[in-house]
């Protein structure tokens, strides 16, 4: 079992930049496959963006592609999230979560453990 915890979220300008940060704790980080995911007022969840174990393979939605960036640091047990050129659209609760599921998993069934989340609201 893994422990998630997200930080880093904010008020931002639209254009502007934000670095979320997930720390794990439990068992072995580098065991899952992780990911990001976001919930807007209103909406359902839906996926950011994912790596795999090592970091080797990535994927992302097409919505944040170019502007987001996913990485991770297995040494630290820490999952990140590198928001540029945010738009007021981006705004919604982000959420880490861990998978099992190889190389790594973009849809919220295949992920089995989650953070609580944490709110980036982007003004225009």
């Known amino acids: 079992q893994v422990q998630l915890g997200e930080s880093g979220g904010g008020l931002v300008q639209a254009g502007g930049s934000l670095r979320l940060s997930c720390a794990a704790s439990?068992?072995?980080?580098?065991?899952?496959?992780m990911g990001w995911f976001r919930q807007a007022p209103g909406k359902e969840r839906e996926f950011v963006a994912s790596?795999?174990?090592?970091?080797?393979?990535?994927t992302y939605a097409d919505s944040v592609k170019g502007r987001f960036t996913i990485s991770r640091d297995n040494a630290k047990n820490t999952l990140y999230l590198q928001m540029n050129s945010l738009k007021p659209e981006g705004t919604a609760a982000y959420y880490c979560?861990?998978?099992?599921?190889?190389?790594?998993?973009?849809?919220?069934?295949?992920?089995?453990?989650w953070g609580q989340g944490t709110q980036v609201t982007v003004s225009s």
């Open positions: 439990g068992r072995t980080f580098s065991s899952y496959a």
């Open positions: 790596i795999s174990r090592i970091g080797a393979s990535t």
């Open positions: 979560a861990a998978t099992t599921y190889a190389p790594y998993g973009t849809r919220l069934s295949q992920y089995d453990y």
